[in-house]
């Protein structure tokens, strides 16, 4: 039972142009998501984060929304850069602590 | 700044040997998770200590068993190690449970 769904495995985009990863979770009692950013053979790199009472946090180039409703959150990357190629996951966080991941989507950032 | 810190970064067992995995967590971290990442999978979530209690536990198997020491240091023991283990495993540390996680750099165990 995946409870926190990345149902791109991978995108695509041109340098400089906006990146959008998408997020989907069934429990409804998460209350704290978060964007991991990996690299092969590294541990997953914190991003961003976003609690339930909030439908929108901004870091710099990045930004979550959060659609309680509609069980949906998006990390939105502008400007894409080469470097912002990984693989991005979101995990989800209930009060015990525990993250649940998804399944991930691979991005490319084309020169 | 200080990262979480796993050792070692490679290791290589035969079946039913034991393991033993460490991870130092970032100064101040009191709680410590470990995941375990198979090969083309998301990070899941095995168990997790606040304050040297174990404060949740998820899929792991039997053969493994952990502990938080006095210095926030954490251990993962695994034993009679089956070829299905063999996986990155990750450590994280945070300052209470429902604070942001950060991850180490995962220690990738090899089963022959």
């Known amino acids: 039972d995946q409870q926190v769904k990345q149902n791109s495995p991978s995108l695509s985009v041109q340098e400089g142009r906006i990146s959008i990863l998408n997020c989907d979770y069934t429990?409804?009692?998460?209350?704290?998501f978060l964007w991991y950013k990996k690299y092969p053979a590294e541990g997953p790199t914190f991003l961003i984060s976003i609690s339930s009472i909030k439908d929108k946090n901004e870091d710099g180039r990045f930004t979550v929304f959060l659609n309680k409703s509609a069980k949906h959150l998006s990390l939105h990357i502008v400007p894409s850069q080469p470097g912002d190629s990984a693989v991005y996951f979101c995990?989800?966080?209930?009060?015990?602590?525990?993250?649940?991941f998804g399944q991930g989507t691979t991005l490319q950032v084309k020169p | 700044a200080a990262g979480v810190i796993q050792s070692p970064r490679h290791l290589i067992k035969e079946k039913r040997e034991t393991a033993t995995l460490k991870c130092y967590p970032i100064?101040?971290?009191?709680?410590v998770y470990w995941y375990q990442q198979g090969p083309g999978q998301d990070p899941q979530f095995l168990i997790s200590f606040y304050e040297k209690m174990q404060s949740d536990k998820g899929s792991i198997p039997d053969r493994f068993s952990a502990q938080q020491f006095s210095d926030y240091h954490s251990e993962l023991n695994m034993s009679s190690l089956e070829l299905g283990d063999s996986a990155l495993y990750f450590c994280?540390?945070?300052?209470?449970?429902?604070?942001?996680?950060?991850f180490g750099p995962g220690t990738r165990l090899l089963v022959l």
């Open positions: 429990n409804s009692m998460f209350d704290y």
């Open positions: 100064p101040r971290h009191d709680t």
């Open positions: 994280a540390s945070s300052w209470g449970s429902q604070e942001t996680q950060y």
């Open positions: 995990a989800a966080n209930r009060n015990t602590g525990k993250l649940i």
